[in-house]
């Protein structure tokens, strides 16, 4: 059996670093990513997925990530269940990273954070405006075409 997930996105909140009983390190965070295509009112619709990391790796993305920060993940998807303070059994599928790629700069997140600090606050905590486009990056002018994007629709496949 394959199960194995590659995802790039967004930090909607700072790593949160915890410690298991027997001092191994484990942060959870959760990315945001766009998809695709657009709902019938024109708006993007986004996917927010719970991702864990462990041991050096937890300490490394809690230190050098925060709310924003552009990431790619590999990993595997794991379910499981608890029960929550009010008794009831809550299901968890998350993701089980085995490694988390910084995917972009200190200077870009710094960057961004300065923008996104200017911003008026709105009252939709998941607009698509919090989040910081990098092809508006001026780092990237130099490439300006490198990050195009073509939409393909299935007549125009040959095959």
Do not use: H
Not at 91 to 106: A, G, N, P
Request: hydrophobic share 35%.
């Amino acid at each position: 059996m394959l199960n194995r997930v590659v995802l790039v996105g967004r930090m909607t909140r700072d790593p949160e670093l915890r410690r298991t009983a027997n001092g191994t390190p484990v942060a959870s965070f959760t990315l945001a990513m766009n998809r695709n295509f657009s709902s019938q009112n024109g708006e993007r619709q986004a996917d927010f997925i719970p991702c864990v990391v462990w041991n050096k790796a937890a300490e490394n993305t809690a230190k050098y990530c925060s709310k924003g920060s552009l990431v790619g993940v590999d990993g595997r998807l794991q379910s499981r269940s608890y029960q929550n303070q009010d008794g009831r059994r809550v299901s968890v599928i998350e993701v089980i990273c085995d490694s988390v790629q910084f995917l972009e700069t200190r200077a870009m997140s710094s960057q961004r954070n300065t923008m996104m600090d200017q911003m008026p606050q709105t009252s939709n905590q998941f607009d698509d405006s919090s989040f910081y486009d990098v092809r508006n990056n001026d780092m990237q002018k130099d490439f300006d075409n490198s990050m195009d994007t073509y939409d393909i629709m299935d007549d125009d496949i040959q095959f």
